[in-house]
């Protein structure tokens, strides 16, 4: 069975972490972006966006970082970007913000530091995730225009 890539964006304000996190999914196969802070994700988004979806499946946010915090960047992203998926990394004491971050739309968290194991098997489900609500709103969109078109056109 042929493995795609994941088009993920790593968002932490620890430019090690980042670098560290990048080399590995990259060695695994992925394609990774990175962002240094809330502000910067956004941006990066914005300039991947060829077709009204952003060329991102899975975005790993940091909870804690100075200006905009992880979960207000969460809540900008799904508002902006509804079917991109996003895991939070939080550390142990902000289990709690993490699940406040579940309520705000993500679709899982990670303790730091993270089983890289663990962290690729929630990247792969949460890009499947994403696929599917990608295949939904295709299908609706088809069926929408075969309306429009007074059944000129077939969806089968």
Same mark, same amino acid.
Do not use: W
């Given at each position: ?23 590995? *999914? ?11 802070? +809330? ?12 077709? =009204? ?10 909870? #804690?970082?100075? %200006? ?5 960047? *969460? ?13 939070? *990394?939080?550390?142990? =004491? ?5 699940? #406040? %971050?579940?309520?705000? %739309? ?14 690729? +098997? #929630? ?26 078109? +007074? +059944? ?5």
């Amino acid at each position: 069975m042929v493995k795609l890539p994941i088009n993920i964006l790593i968002v932490d304000d620890e430019r090690d972490f980042v670098e560290v996190l990048s080399l590995r *999914l990259t060695d695994a196969g992925h394609r990774v972006r990175a962002a240094y802070s +809330g502000k910067e994700a956004l941006s990066v988004l914005a300039e991947t966006e060829p077709e =009204g979806l952003p060329d991102i499946d899975v975005i790993v946010l940091d909870i #804690k970082m100075p %200006g905009m915090d992880g979960i207000e960047t *969460l809540k900008l992203i799904k508002a902006r970007y509804p079917v991109v998926e996003v895991i939070l *990394l939080t550390g142990h =004491g902000a289990v709690d913000t993490a699940v #406040k %971050g579940l309520k705000s %739309g993500a679709f899982d968290y990670l303790l730091k530091p993270a089983d890289f194991d663990e962290l690729t +098997g #929630k990247l792969e489900a949460a890009r499947k995730q994403r696929d599917a609500q990608v295949g939904r709103i295709r299908e609706a969109e088809a069926r929408a225009l075969m309306r429009r078109s +007074g +059944g000129l056109f077939r969806c089968d």
